[in-house]
T-cell receptor, first 114, second 109 residues
Framework: NAGVTQTPKFRILKIGQSMTLQCTQD?????MYWYRQDPGMGLKLIYY???????DKGEVPNGYNVSRSTTEDFPLRLELAAPSQTSVYFC?????????????FGPGTRLTVL | EDQVTQSPEALRLQEGESSSLNCSYT??????LFWYRQDPGKGPEFLFT???AGEEKEKERLKATLTKKESFLHITAPKPEDSATYLC??????????FGTGTSLTVIP
């Protein structure tokens, strides 16, 4: 199993450009998450999904969109990139259940908006 | 407002010098508290989940405990390979996850 994979690893965007961060997991996990991590700050939840076709907002959803058409993929869309979106983005997945199980994280995408 | 505070921000230990990391939290309806390890340039790696006050879990040199207001990650006789940032997170009944800013641990040989 590759686990959680993210592409690209690095990206530089100009202000106003758009892009999609890709996330794929091969563990058949129903739950998937997108976080951003800024220097000196904790991870902030952007969006999460409990299954294909179901998404919901996290703590910091503004400026982002998500979709979940398959169990495996959970892309994050940035529209009209702004310098404030410069960050490291992590995708994670977990199994559902009455109690919350561990989240498996991808290696991250480092995004710079200039 | 749900939040997580970790202390200290940074900790330097001699190899073999045991210590504890603190995670204090306020959350409306705690469903779980998590500890992760993060190495530079990598994603967090799961260590423990704790669900209720009084619960304890152990893994090698690490032991996590939980009270109604805080959690401790005890590191016994640490080795240089334990050097990393340790993250604490909580989840509430609204499916939201909140992470602390982490404790950067350096273990000196």
């Amino acid at each position: 199993n590759a686990g959680v994979t993210q592409t690209p690893k690095f990206r530089i965007l100009k202000i106003g450009q758009s892009m999609t961060l890709q996330c794929t997991q091969d563990m058949n996990h129903n739950y998937m998450y997108w976080y951003r991590q800024d220097p000196g700050m904790g991870l902030k939840l952007i969006y999460y999904s409990v299954g294909a076709g179901i998404t919901d907002k996290g703590e910091v959803p503004n400026g982002y969109n998500v979709s979940r058409s398959t169990t495996e993929d959970f892309p994050l869309r940035l529209e009209l990139a702004a310098p404030s979106q410069t960050s490291v983005y992590f995708c994670a997945s977990s199994t559902p259940g009455y109690t919350y199980n561990e989240q498996f994280f991808g290696p991250g995408t480092r995004l710079t908006v200039l | 407002e749900d939040q997580v505070t970790q202390s200290p921000e940074a900790l330097r230990l001699q190899e073999g010098e045991s210590s504890s990391l603190n995670c204090s939290y306020t959350v409306s309806g705690l469903r779980g508290l998590f500890w992760y390890r993060q190495d530079p340039g990598k994603g967090p790696e799961f260590l423990f989940t704790l669900y209720s006050a009084g619960e304890e879990k152990e893994k090698e040199r690490l032991k996590a405990t939980l009270t109604k207001k805080e959690s401790f990650l005890h590191i016994t006789a640490p080795k240089p390979e334990d050097s990393a940032t340790y993250l604490c997170a909580v989840t509430n009944t609204g499916n939201q996850f909140y992470f602390g800013t982490g404790t950067s641990l350096t273990v000196i040989p």
